[in-house]
């Protein structure tokens, strides 16, 4: 089952099927009433990213003690997406810290102006 605040691998390019080197992590920030209901969620794509590199207004820094992902990464809200659960692997780690959860819906609030 697909929870809120997850994290897990998918499959972004419908045509790349189950391969792995195809799969990206992404964050699911649909409500448990979607997830648990129907057979999509909504997602946000994340891109790793080194010291130098720029984050955008509607990005999210995270780092790899809050994701578990083997690089800090950003969450990018300009990327937001619904996909079918079949394209998700299994949950690989769960987005706990409150702070972040925060700082990825204050992004989304400016993506969408509301």
Not at 35 to 44: D, I, M, Q, R, Y
Request: glycine share 2%; proline share 4%.
């Amino acid at each position: 089952m697909v929870s809120k605040w997850d994290i897990t691998y998918c499959a972004l390019d419908s045509a790349q099927g189950s391969e792995q080197k195809g799969k990206r992590p992404v964050l699911i920030v649909s409500n448990d009433a979607v997830n648990h209901a129907l057979t999509v969620s909504t997602v946000l794509p994340f891109s790793s990213v080194g010291p130098d590199d720029k984050v955008y207004p509607t990005e999210v820094l995270l780092t790899t003690d809050v994701t578990n992902l083997p690089k800090d990464s950003v969450v990018m809200i300009q990327q937001i997406r619904t996909i079918a659960h079949a394209r998700l692997d299994s949950r690989t780690s769960f987005l706990a810290d409150l702070d972040s959860r925060e700082r990825v819906l204050n992004a989304i609030r400016l993506y969408f102006e509301t």
